[in-house]
């Protein structure tokens, strides 16, 4: 599997919380070959060296999909963190990643995602042998040299051969594929109804589609879209924040404020001065 040198390398998306100033790590990324569409999103490889008694932490607000990361300590299966997600590097190392598309996680699981919500288990649990024996393949890649185009195609060789045997996609997985590229690809959508009557189905039907296959609700798919959006256009630093709110859809700027620092801990002018501060 060829890494992709078409995918940017240390850019920061709309997920992510991360400071200007932040230098701990670069981060990797590569598309997933064209056999994977709708199990599994793109490839990611932070490497990261923190000064001895420092920690760096990277908090994200995570899309609404599994992981599978392996390191060189742990290899995990992780669900939805329905809040922020914070990992604390310090010292010297790396991570292999997949991130999965919607679909993915029940079929990694084999089983509904709500018993993952908010937690992980190590590979071995969900994949068995096979878990074992990507964990072996990705470190031994990864030993020599962890920013090498050579190490991370061997790895990605790794993931491919462990979750093939996944596909294809069944129709339920499919579905959810396309009601998450709904909500995420309109900010007109601000209310589960419209979600509904896109995709023909009750409610009830929705809520649990949403539950089963990613482990949350489909108001919380909304809501963190709008979350992730606000972060990019706050960081970007065009819009005032009654613009950002108002652009959201928010009744109210008081409204926005509340959603945004109840999950970031941050309000949203904190967050952009942060980030006017160390640009």
Known sequence: MKPDSREPMDSIERAHLKDPDDASHVMYRYSTPPEFDGLLQRFWIPVWSVPPGQEAPQRVLQYPVSLVVVASDYARFYGVVSGLSTTTLSGTGWAFGVMCAP???????????????????????????????????????????????????????AFGDALRPLLPIDDEGRLVNDVVAFVEGDREVIRVAQVCDRFDLSERALQRLVQRRIGLSPKWLIQRRRLQEAAERLRAGSDGLGEVAAVLGYADQAHFTRDFARITTMTPGEFAGRQRRNT
């Open 103 to 157: 679909a993915a996680g029940a079929l990694i699981a084999g089983g509904p995602m709500s018993a993952y919500t908010d937690r992980y288990v190590d590979v071995v649990d969900v994949l068995g042998a096979e878990g074992e024996r990507l964990t072996t393949r990705v470190r031994a890649a990864m030993a020599d040299d962890p920013h090498a185009e050579g190490s991370h195609a061997a790895a990605m060789a």
